[in-house]
Nanobody
């Protein structure tokens, strides 16, 4: 059974940084894309970025609004994916979750292609 779990959230002032971790278990990690998503109060869950699996190129893809501020990295040996968030803004406040997928690259930004979700970790950015 594929399981993922997030950690590392917290409260930070605007302009600050937070690093989130996603630990995976119960899967051949290298065969999965690991995506990051967020859901702000009253809004739908949205794609933040994804570390694609090595067999699909191992590239990282981001939501446009976080490019240049967020960095996703992947450690296949440890079955971990990290989300380094810099220059945080109040609009980045959300519950951040990671999830696993084996979708085609053309579909890895689509929430419905992810079938293992963590409980999420809250990030609150104050102005």
């Amino acid at each position: 059974q594929v399981q993922v779990a997030e950690s590392g959230g917290g409260s930070v002032q605007a302009g600050g940084s937070v690093r989130l971790s996603c630990a995976a278990s119960g899967l051949n990690f290298r065969n999965y894309h690991i995506g990051w998503f967020r859901q702000a109060p009253g809004k739908e869950r949205e794609f933040v970025g994804v570390a694609s699996r090595p067999g699909s190129g191992g590239n990282v893809y981001y939501k446009e609004s976080v490019k240049g501020r967020f960095i996703i990295s992947r450690d296949n040996a440890k079955k971990m994916v990290y989300l380094q968030m810099n220059d945080l803004k109040p609009e980045d406040t959300a519950l951040y979750s990671c999830a696993a997928s084996q979708a085609a690259l053309s579909a890895i930004r689509q929430l419905e292609m992810y079938y293992s979700w963590g409980q999420g970790t809250q990030v609150t950015v104050s102005s």
